[in-house]
Nanobody, 121 residues
Framework: VQLQASGGGLVQAGGSLRLSCASSGCTFGNYAMGWFRQAPGMEREFVATISWTGSTTYYADSVKGRFTISRDNAKNTVHLQMNSLKPEDTAVYYC???????????????WGQGTQVTVSS
């Protein structure tokens, strides 16, 4: 099972980015998917998660109303649309898969390689 994240980059504060995560080697629809992020010197933190069918989503308070997670099970992909970006959103963003719908890092057993998001002020 592999997850490949993409879409990171450098953007000015207030701008937008769309992250994508492509899955291969698994039955994508069997997994809840999540996005996490890790800033330098910080622990990895939860950003957003989406259920197997996409009917349920959860967000960290810090991104609620600005970020939107979505999935396309036909294309084995999950996306994170990030709007109104702030410098404090700067981090490496990781997608991950879990057999349970969770916001806890330890519940996700499959991880992508991460994509850097840098927001300049």
């Amino acid at each position: 099972v592999q997850l490949q994240a993409s879409g990171g980059g450098l953007v000015q504060a207030g701008g937008s980015l769309r992250l994508s995560c492509a899955s291969s080697g698994c039955t994508f629809g069997n997994y809840a998917m999540g996005w996490f992020r890790q800033a330098p010197g910080m622990e990895r933190e939860f950003v957003a998660t989406i259920s197997w069918t996409g009917s349920t989503t959860y967000y960290a308070d810090s991104v609620k109303g600005r970020f939107t997670i979505s999935r396309d099970n036909a294309k084995n992909t999950v996306h994170l649309q990030m709007n109104s970006l702030k410098p404090e959103d700067t981090a490496v963003y990781y997608c991950a898969a879990s057999l349970t719908l969770s916001t806890v890092v330890g519940d996700f057993g499959i991880w992508g390689q991460g994509t850097q998001v840098t927001v300049s002020s």
